[in-house]
C-alpha cells in the first residue's frame, strides 16, 4: 500500500464519517431548527408576501 | 379550502410524506449523469480518485444541504429557492430567480422526456417490437414518444400530488435498487477474489490535482435535492420533513455513488500480468480500460459483473429508463411549482395561482409548463436542448449558490 492510498483511504474514511456523524446528529439539529422562532417569522412575511404582492 | 399544518397555510393538500420527497430529491439527484459520469471520472483522476470524488462531493453537498434544510425549514412554502430570494433580496432578485427556477426545470424536463422517449424506442426496437433497427429510428418518432410520455407526467402531476409522489417513489426505488445491487455484486465479488483490490494500484495515477477536476463534472450528479424545497405546501410537517429528506438523499446517493464506482473498478478482471485486453489487442491496466470508453465506462465495467451480455444491457437501459422517468416527475413537479409560486405572488399572471377544487393542484401551471415541455422537447434539436438545459441550470445553480451565502 502506497503513501497516495494510505492517504486516500484515511481522507474516505474521514469523508464518510463526517457525514454519518451529520445524520446522526441531525434529528437534533432539525428539532433545533424547526422549532426556531426567529425562522418562523420568516414564513409569516411570506404569507404577507402573497397575500399583498 | 385552506388546509392548517404547523400553522401553515396551503390550499394545495398535505399528501406527501417523508418517503416520497426523498425519493423525489434522489430521482433527480440519480439521473443519467452518474452513468456517464463514473466512466469519464476514471478516466482522468484514476481508481481512487473517483471513489474520493463522490465522497468528498459529498461532503460538499451534505454542507449545501444543510444550508438549504435551514431555509427550507423557515419558509416551507412551493416556489423554493425564489422564496428564498424574494425575502432575502426583494422583488426583482426573485423575479430572476423564480423565473430561472422555472426555465431550468422545464428545459429540464424536456431533456428527461427525449432521453426517456429515445431509451424506450431503442429498448423496443432490439425486442423487434418496431419496424426500425436500434440506429435507425427516425426523429419524428422520438420526438412524438417524448410528447407522448410528457402528456402521461402531465396528467399524473395533475391527479394530484399523492399519486405523483407514489409514481415518482416507485421509479426511483427501482433504479436506486438497481444501484444498491450493482454496489452490492462489487463488494461481494472483491471479497470472494480480494485480487480485484491491485486495481487500485496505482490509486491517483494522475496525481491529486485531478481530483479537483473530476468533483467539477460529476457534482452535477449531486444537484437536485433542491426540488424537495418546491414540496413545501404538499408534505406533511414540513418544517421536520423538507431538511431530513434533503439530507437523507445527499447521504444516499453519497452512499450509493461511492459503493457503485467501487463495484465498476473492481468488476474488471486483470490477467496475471495486472493487465486488461481491449478488442484491438492492447493491453491496459483495470482503471485505464474502463476510462478508455469514457461516458461507457461504466457500462461496460457492469457488464463484466453480469456475464450475460443481454441482460446486462437490458438493466442498464431499464435503470436509464427509470432515472429518466423519476427525473421527468420531478422536474414537470418542480417547475409546476415554480410557476405557481410565482403566479402566487403576482410576479406571473395570478391564473398560474389557480388550484383545481377537486384535485388540489396548479392545473394551469401545469398546463402551461407541460406545454413548455413539449414545445420544447418537440421543435428543439436536441443539440440545443442540452446547451439550453447546461446554460440554464448552471446559471439557476449559480444564483442559488450566491443567494445561499
Not at chain 2, 74 to 81: D, K
Not at chain 2, 259 to 264: D, E, L
Not at chain 2, 303 to 328: D, E, G, H, Q
Request: with cysteine; glycine share 10%.
Amino acid at each position: 500500500m502506497d503513501l497516495d492510498m494510505t492517504i486516500g483511504l484515511l481522507l474516505l474514511i474521514v469523508s464518510l464519517s463526517i457525514i454519518t456523524i451529520l445524520v446522526y446528529w441531525s434529528k437534533k439539529t432539525i428539532d433545533k431548527i424547526a422549532n426556531n422562532t426567529d425562522n418562523r417569522s420568516l414564513n409569516k412575511k411570506q404569507e404577507e408576501i402573497s397575500e399583498n404582492g | 379550502m385552506a388546509s392548517m399544518n404547523d400553522n401553515i397555510s396551503s390550499e394545495l393538500s398535505r399528501d406527501l410524506n417523508l418517503f416520497h420527497i426523498t425519493m423525489m430529491g434522489l430521482g433527480m439527484m440519480i439521473g443519467a449523469g452518474v452513468f456517464i459520469g463514473i466512466g469519464n471520472a476514471i478516466n482522468y483522476a484514476g481508481s481512487g480518485g473517483v471513489i474520493l470524488t463522490f465522497a468528498f462531493n459529498g461532503l460538499v453537498a451534505m454542507f449545501t444541504a444543510m444550508s438549504y434544510a435551514e431555509l427550507s425549514s423557515a419558509i416551507p412554502r412551493a416556489g423554493g429557492a425564489y422564496n428564498f430570494a424574494r425575502i432575502g433580496f426583494g422583488r426583482g432578485t426573485a423575479f430572476c430567480g423564480g423565473w430561472m427556477e422555472w426555465f431550468a426545470s422545464s428545459i429540464a424536463g424536456s431533456l428527461y422526456a427525449i432521453t426517456l422517449s429515445i431509451y424506450t424506442l431503442r429498448c423496443l426496437s432490439q425486442w423487434d417490437l418496431l419496424p426500425w433497427g436500434p440506429n435507425e429510428i427516425p426523429v419524428i418518432a422520438e420526438r412524438l414518444m417524448a410528447a407522448i410520455v410528457a402528456c402521461i407526467f402531465i396528467l399524473i402531476n395533475y391527479r394530484g400530488a399523492s399519486e405523483t409522489g407514489k409514481i415518482g417513489a416507485l421509479f426511483t426505488l427501482g433504479q436506486t435498487l438497481f444501484l444498491v445491487a450493482v454496489g452490492g455484486v462489487g463488494i461481494i465479488v472483491a471479497i470472494k477474489d480480494p485480487s480485484r483490490f491491485n486495481n487500485f494500484d496505482p490509486f491517483m495515477p494522475h496525481g491529486w490535482e485531478k481530483l479537483l477536476v473530476t468533483m467539477g463534472f460529476t457534482y452535477v450528479a449531486f444537484e437536485g435535492f433542491e426540488v424537495i424545497a418546491q414540496a413545501g405546501d404538499e408534505v406533511v410537517d414540513p418544517r421536520k420533513n423538507l431538511p431530513k429528506a434533503m439530507l437523507y438523499s445527499v447521504v444516499i446517493v453519497t452512499m450509493t455513488y461511492v459503493a457503485v464506482s467501487f463495484a465498476a473498478i473492481v468488476a474488471v478482471k486483470a490477467g496475471p500480468d495486472g493487465l486488461v485486453a481491449l478488442e484491438n489487442g492492447t493491453r491496459l491496466a483495470p482503471w485505464e480500460w474502463i476510462g478508455h470508453y469514457g461516458p461507457k465506462g461504466f457500462g461496460e465495467a457492469v457488464s463484466r459483473l453480469i456475464p450475460n451480455s443481454v441482460i446486462s444491457n437490458l438493466l442498464l437501459t431499464l435503470a436509464v429508463i427509470f432515472a429518466a422517468t423519476s427525473a421527468l416527475n420531478a422536474t414537470i413537479y418542480s417547475a409546476t411549482r415554480a410557476s405557481y409560486a410565482l403566479g402566487r405572488d403576482r410576479m406571473l399572471p395570478t391564473f398560474f395561482a389557480k388550484i383545481s377544487p377537486k384535485r388540489k393542484t396548479p392545473y394551469i401551471a401545469l398546463f402551461l409548463t407541460g406545454s413548455l415541455v413539449i414545445l420544447m422537447a418537440t421543435c428543439l434539436p436536441v443539440t440545443q436542448v442540452c446547451f439550453l438545459c447546461k446554460y440554464n441550470v448552471f446559471v439557476f445553480i449559480f444564483h442559488g449558490k450566491c443567494l445561499r451565502y
